[in-house]
Structure formats: C-alpha cells, structure tokens
C-alpha cells in the first residue's frame, strides 16, 4: 500500500481495531458490505462523541463533582476521541489529504 491517497488504492480505514489495537482497513471501492458497515459505525461513533460532550459539559459544571467521576469522564473523553480521530484520518485518506492513510498514526 502506498502512503498517499487511500481511495485511489481502494483501501479505506475502518472505524474499529483488530486484535491488540492494530488498524482495520477494507479494499474495494466504497459500496460494498463492510463499507456501508463502517459508515454506520462511523455515524454512531459520532453520535456518541456529542453526547459525552454534552455530558461533560453538565459534569464540569457541578461544583461536587468527585475525582472518580471526574476519572471516568477523561476515560470516556479519551476513548472517544481516539474513535473521532480514527474517523477524521479515514474521512482523510479518502478525501486525499495529505499526511492520511494506512501510513498515519491511527491509534
């Protein structure tokens, strides 16, 4: 696989990992099973993200907050962002942009 481009390979980065965290990819030209599976994914993900942001939102603004509810909330917050930032380098590669693709650090 080359580092440029991902759609002119017909390689895309999938939204989920494989065993011990490496990086998923599908071949094809975007409109088959896994795809349309990942865009989904990708969609939920997303949703999820906007959710604990709102979440997080209410949380930072209690006053009694405690230190473990604070420490689940930045577990979460992590967790999320490392799905978003998955999605932005796939959405990326297929887009083009430079510095995307099965060669950028994904994790």
């Known amino acids: ?48 993200a906007d959710d604990l942001l709102g979440h997080a939102a209410d949380l930072l603004a209690d006053r009694k907050v405690t230190g473990a509810e604070l420490h689940f909330l930045a577990s979460r917050l992590t967790e999320s962002l490392r799905d978003v930032k998955r999605v932005a380098v796939s959405r990326g590669s297929r887009l083009g942009a430079a510095g995307y693709g099965p060669g950028a650090d994904s994790r």
């Open 1 to 48: 696989m080359s580092g440029g481009g991902c759609e002119a390979d017909g390689v895309r980065l999938l939204p989920w990992t494989g065993s011990e965290g490496k990086p998923c990819y599908v071949f094809g030209d975007g409109t088959g099973y896994v795809s349309r599976m990942a865009d989904g994914i990708e969609g939920v993900q997303l949703g999820m």
